[in-house]
């Protein structure tokens, strides 16, 4: 079973840029396809991006040309560059293996002014 934690959040002027990071225990990491999710304040959580364990991606329409996701296997880390940040980005963040709903604690993005 992979463990996950993410880091990178912060609070951030719209307009701004940050780089989430998951850091994933586990030797079949690479063999997952992993995701990223988010869910603001009195909402449910929400699809932001997937990656296949071989590189295919894809993304929510509301951040598709503004998030990028990539991963590098041989270190165990996924990431989520963020640029173009709006106020209705800002929501906890987690990454999880496709289809699981084994849920860590998140790392919190504010865009704000």
């Known amino acids: 079973q992979v463990q996950l934690v993410e880091s990178g959040g912060g609070l951030v002027q719209p307009g701004g840029s940050l780089r989430l990071s998951c850091a994933a225990s586990g030797s079949a990491f690479s063999i997952y396809r992993m995701a990223w999710y988010r869910q603001a304040p009195g909402k449910q959580r929400e699809f932001v991006a997937y990656?296949?364990?071989?590189?295919?991606?894809n993304y929510s329409d509301s951040v598709r040309g503004r998030f990028t996701i990539s991963r590098d296997n041989a270190k165990n880390m996924m990431y989520l560059q963020m640029n173009s940040l709006k106020p209705e980005d800002t929501a906890v963040y987690y990454c999880n293996v496709w289809g699981s709903t084994n849920w860590g604690q998140g790392t919190q993005v504010t865009v704000s002014s």
């Open positions: 990656i296949t364990n071989g590189g295919i991606v």
